[in-house]
Each structure stands twice: as C-alpha cells, then as structure tokens.
C-alpha cells in the first residue's frame, strides 16, 4: 500500500477522506493540524501529502513551506474550499491544487497521479 497523509481540520473530512483514500488502496495517515503534519513527516516519509490551506493551528502555506524544507522531493496537494489561493504566490511550491467538492475523485486521481510518479 502507498503511503500518503492527508492533513484536515475538519473531522468530517478527515473520516471521509481516510476512507475514501483507504478504499483506493492507500495507506492513510490522517492529522488534523500542521504541527503535527510537520513532525510526522519529519519521521515518516509519505509519498504524497494532501494538505488543508486553513489549520486551526497554523496556515496551510506555512506547514508546505516546512514540508518542502524537509524533503522537496514529497508532492504536496493543496486542497482547499477557497480557490483564490491558487494565485497566492506561496502555494506555487505545492505540486497541484484540488478545490475541496463533494465528488473527490478528481483529488484521488491526482494522489495516484503523485504516488505513481513517486514509485
């Protein structure tokens, strides 16, 4: 199984995120804030990281910023309910940018994408 970690604030995502990933075939590491997003990849190294913009503990942009510091080599996924931070020069280091939808297809399709150009 791919290991990836998905980091959400939000519960409800959070579950249906980790099972929808699960469901695909990955192995899902899910936080909730980006302190310990940054500590885990510190440790761990996921193949892909799909990241929330708005942490309760911290911005998005910043735990990216850390992630790429620590090994630039991890394709981060921005995912988040505002597009307007697409043309936010910081999230230019992210890899791609999924608008949050009720249909997350497009955000599995581009995890595969990111774990397939990882293998």
Same mark, same amino acid.
């Given at each position: 199984?791919?290991?990836?970690?998905?980091?959400e604030d939000e519960k409800y995502l959070l579950d249906l995120y980790s099972e929808e990933f699960t469901d695909a075939g990955f192995a899902v590491n899910s936080i909730s804030t980006g302190?310990?997003?940054i500590d885990w990849v510190r440790k761990e190294r996921p193949r892909v990281v799909v990241l929330d913009i708005k942490?309760?503990?911290m911005e998005g942009l910043r735990v990216?910023?850390?992630?790429k510091e620590i090994d630039k080599s991890i394709?981060?996924?921005?995912?988040?309910?505002y597009a307007v931070y697409k043309?936010?020069?910081a999230s230019w280091m @992210? =890899?791609?940018y999924v608008v949050k939808s009720s249909n997350i297809s497009e955000l599995i399709s581009k995890v595969k994408?990111? @774990? =397939?150009?990882q293998a």
């Open positions: 199984m791919i290991p990836i970690l998905i980091v302190k310990a997003a942490l309760g503990d990216l910023e850390e992630i394709p981060v996924i921005l995912n988040s309910a043309s936010d020069f @992210a =890899d791609d994408k990111y @774990a =397939d150009e």
